[in-house]
């Protein structure tokens, strides 16, 4: 699987971003998809994740700012990140589970939030 996320870049605290990650394949016969990000100096973390069935999980962090979704028709999924704060400033990569629960990564986006 392939992925190529999107929708990075430079935005002032309290505001959003819309990130985007575009399979190469039909992400509904994934078991989950999600979002991980790495700050500078730190270990890559969890930031939300979606199962096949819709179920959502999202880090104590981003709980109530960010949103997980997926569109099956675009094999895409996508990260709303609204009231970003500057400690959301990370590159953040995408990723999906087969049903044989490989994971798989694609490049990663680089969020900026300025204070």
């Known amino acids: 699987v392939q992925l190529q996320a999107s929708g990075g870049g430079l935005v002032q605290a309290g505001g959003s971003l819309r990130l985007s990650c575009a399979a190469s394949?039909?992400?509904?016969?994934?078991?989950?998809m999600g979002w991980y990000r790495q700050a500078p100096g730190k270990q890559r973390e969890l930031v939300a994740t979606?199962?096949?069935?819709?179920?959502?999980n999202y880090a104590d962090s981003v709980k109530g700012r960010f949103t997980i979704s997926r569109d099956n028709a675009k094999n895409t999924v996508y990260l709303q990140m609204n009231s970003l704060k500057p400690e959301d400033t990370a590159v953040y990569y995408c990723?999906?589970?087969?049903?044989?629960?490989?994971?798989?990564w694609g490049q990663g986006t680089l969020v900026t939030v300025s204070s």
């Open positions: 990723t999906v589970a087969s049903r044989t629960w490989q994971w798989y």
């Open positions: 979606i199962t096949s069935g819709g179920l959502n």
């Open positions: 394949e039909d992400i509904f016969s994934l078991n989950a």
